[in-house]
């Protein structure tokens, strides 16, 4: 069998207020790590001020008591400047967002298999949460 370090890796941007995320959500974070599911295997918080200009903090510069000492990051620095420039594109003026790098460690169990058996995943593609929640319910509304 093939053994990969690696599964495949999605990056996120989540916004949120001010400098720094929620204390729950970076508890929500740590309690899915916490699960195996899925590693962090980078966080880098983006703020945009007001006049566009980006200012970036590697949360492994930054583990100054907030919450993010609890988090266990892999590989800081996976996460590259054109990556963060096109997701920082995406924030708007006055606002910040966590960019956060997360394996999906179920998924590299899943391309171990696939490539001992001779596959190749030649696509994959995420539909987000909201979009899917929102078709079921038109689905289901339909149905009754």
């Known amino acids: 069998m093939t053994d990969f370090r690696y599964g495949p890796v999605e990056l996120h941007l989540v916004g949120f207020e001010g400098d720094r995320p929620d204390p729950r959500t ?3 974070l740590g309690q899915l790590l916490g699960t195996g599911e899925i590693r962090l295997l980078d966080f880098i918080i983006v703020s945009k001020a007001e006049d566009g200009t980006v200012a970036i903090v590697e949360i ?4 100054d008591g907030s919450g993010f000492e609890e988090l266990e990051i892999l590989s800081a ?3 590259g400047e054109e990556d963060i420039d096109d997701f920082a594109a995406q924030i708007p003026p006055g606002s910040s967002a966590a960019l956060i790098a997360l394996e999906l ?4 169990t899943l391309a171990e298999n696939l490539t001992a058996g001779g596959g190749v995943v030649l696509r994959t593609e995420r ?3 909201p979009i899917v929640n929102a078709l079921l319910d038109v689905v289901e509304q ?3």
């Open 26 to 28: 970076l508890a929500a």
């Open 60 to 63: 492994e510069e930054d583990a």
């Open 77 to 79: 620095g996976l996460v």
């Open 105 to 108: 460690a179920f998924a590299r």
């Open 127 to 129: 539909v987000p949460a």
């Open 142 to 144: 339909e149905g009754e």
